[in-house]
């Protein structure tokens, strides 16, 4: 549903996303917050595809603190947000080939030290966790903190959040440009015009183009695609079968339900901003990556899709006030990690733009590592 554009705003947030979304349900009780979504269903091309889940590692050491930060509000909300947690549990294992033992002790050494709860595994630990693993796949850290997060459920939260808040969410109103005149932005919405003091770049893979839209030098986002696939399989894999990664990123499966796993060959293939679409040959190579680690038998190819991922050259997310242009600012970058890290973002920068400080473990995350001024 499309709420009435106002004529005048405090923040214009671009992208309904989780990045957008969540800003909005931070923002929207201190300011005069709109939310503008090109298409007709908010979250439609990352977030509405994500196979999400909360993994302390994922992302590696630098993302590690909006992870952390974000866990409490995943897992237990405030009441008046939700109901019931987003989490449900569910372990992970990061796998490794005989002949990539280094790496496997590596990874586990450097989350060990940042005080994560690694257990090094190998050879008949492995087969009770992976049923049917081949014997070379016998090097593994196991994190039992992992959980998968219930995306729609969260995403559907933070717009009614927001809503109730005040803020207003646009759907079908793409964002065609802006000038800076004066200390407000005037905005080409749809055919409409928007005045608004701040203008927050939101836009997922399309954050470089909103940049340039108005004005604005870009940072660099590029969109990836990635693929995902629901199998059906000819063995019974238990639905709790802990996330399997590879620790060379090229694969990663986890059960689904009974006998049904999902599985992603990990790609990361470069795209302009699109609709996307799984390619056969990443669906080809995605099983045939897992049939290498483990002795499944493949009954049916039940689904498969693909959405975009987006990255800053240094694959860290961007948020903040761009170092250049006054009244824009910078959401994007969340990777494959946009999810897990939602809840730290959105009230790091929500505080910046006029909310109350974080409190908690959000509050002792330092923002100046993922400043856009680092690509000044």
Known sequence: MTDAPP????????????????????????RRVMVIEAEATPGYHAT???????????????????????????????????????????????????????????????????????????????????PGVRPDWCEAAYEAACSDIDVGALHAAYLRAARRAGAVIATRAPFESARRIGDEWQV????????????????GAWADRVAAACGVAPVGIQPYRRTV????LG????????????VGGEFYFKGESEGRVWLSP????????????????????????????????????????????SFAPDRIPVFGADPHQSGFVWCAGQGGFGIQTAPAIAALLAADLGAPP??????????APFAAARFA
């Open 7 to 30: 004529s005048a705003i405090d923040v214009l947030i671009v992208g309904a996303g989780i990045a957008g979304a969540s800003l909005a349900a931070a923002l929207a009780p201190w």
């Open 235 to 246: 063995v019974p894999v238990p639905a709790n079968l802990p996330l399997v990664i590879h």
């Open 48 to 130: 509405g595809r994500s196979a999400a889940f909360w993994h302390e590692t994922y992302g590696g050491a630098r993302v590690q603190p909006l992870s952390v930060a974000s866990f409490a509000t995943l897992n237990r909300p405030e009441p008046e947000f939700s109901d019931q947690g987003f989490l449900s549990p569910r372990a992970a294992l990061t796998i490794g080939h005989r002949s990539e033992v280094a790496a496997v002790d590596a990874f586990a050494a450097e989350f060990t030290a940042k005080g994560v709860e690694v257990v090094r595994m190998a050879g008949a630990d492995i087969a009770e966790k992976i």
């Open 229 to 232: 696939i629901q199998l059906r």
């Open 358 to 367: 974080p409190v908690g473990a959000i509050a002792a995350v330092d923002p």
């Open 266 to 309: 990990h790609d990361e293939t470069p795209v302009d901003p699109h609709d996307a679409a799984p390619e056969e040959i990443d669906v080809a190579i995605a099983i045939d990556r897992m049939q290498s680690v483990v002795d499944w038998p493949i009954a049916a190819v039940e689904r498969k899709w693909a959405g975009l991922r």
């Open 188 to 203: 080409q919405v749809g055919g409409q015009t928007i005045r608004a003091a701040l203008i927050v770049n939101a836009a």
